[in-house]
Structures are given as structure tokens and as C-alpha cells.
């Protein structure tokens, strides 16, 4: 059964910074492309970050680069988000995502597992 467990969420002050991390079980964990995702009330599920199985390529969405960095330990089968100078307008649950292969995803139903989610939230 595949398990994804996010945790590193909380509360920040804006300028802030939180390091989320994601770990997997149940899977071959360097057979599979990794993403982060929020979603704040009100608003669709958007693609924070993602990372291909051997950590060569990142992509990130516009309005947190710059800010956020993803990283991989595939011996650890661990995925991390370190969010720097934190806004308000971050304030989400951010969730952890993984389909085999390389191919990031655009599609949420692409991606096959996903996390339970952990609440960020940064306070002005």
C-alpha cells in the first residue's frame, strides 16, 4: 500500500521560512517523478513543484520561484519543499504527489498517490 506523509507545516510570520517534507512507503520511491501541491479555500488544487526521479530537473510554478526549492533523497525516499520569504498569499494545505516515470504532470489526475496534506499558514 502506498503511503505518502507530509509534515513541516505551521504557522509563520510573512518573510518567514517552513521546510515541508514528504515521506514514501509502498513504492519504489526513484521510479517516480514527485510534485508539490496547495490548495487554499476557495481555490483549485495548483502545482507548487516538481522533481524527476534522479532530482536532475525541477520545475516550479511562477509565483514561487525564486522563493521555494524542491529536493529529493531517494535513500530516505524523501521529498522536500524549503519555502523561503513566505506570503501571506501562500497560506494553503500543500500536498505531495508521485507518478512513475519522469514526465512532470500537468493534470492532477495524472499524478497517481497523494499525501493527506499539511496546513501552511503565514500570517502578515
Known amino acids: 500500500q502506498v503511503q505518502l506523509v507530509e509534515s513541516g507545516g505551521g504557522l509563520v510570520q510573512a518573510g518567514g521560512s517552513l521546510t515541508l517534507s514528504c515521506a514514501a512507503s509502498?513504492?519504489?520511491?526513484?521510479?517516480?517523478?514527485m510534485g508539490w501541491f496547495r490548495q487554499a479555500p476557495g481555490n483549485e488544487r495548483e502545482r507548487v513543484a516538481a522533481?524527476?526521479?534522479?532530482?536532475?530537473?525541477?520545475s516550479y510554478a511562477d509565483s514561487v520561484k525564486g522563493r521555494f526549492a524542491i529536493s529529493r533523497d531517494n535513500a530516505k525516499n524523501t521529498v522536500y519543499l524549503i519555502m523561503n520569504s513566505l506570503k501571506p498569499e501562500d497560506t494553503a494545505v500543500y500536498y505531495c504527489?508521485?507518478?512513475?516515470?519522469?514526465?512532470?504532470?500537468?493534470?492532477?489526475?495524472?499524478?497517481?498517490?497523494w499525501g493527506q496534506g499539511t496546513q501552511v499558514t503565514v500570517s502578515s
Open positions: 504527489a508521485a507518478r512513475p516515470g519522469s514526465y512532470f504532470g500537468e493534470r492532477l489526475s495524472e499524478w497517481d498517490y
Open positions: 509502498g513504492l519504489t520511491f526513484s521510479n517516480y517523478a
Open positions: 522533481i524527476r526521479r534522479n532530482g536532475g530537473s525541477t
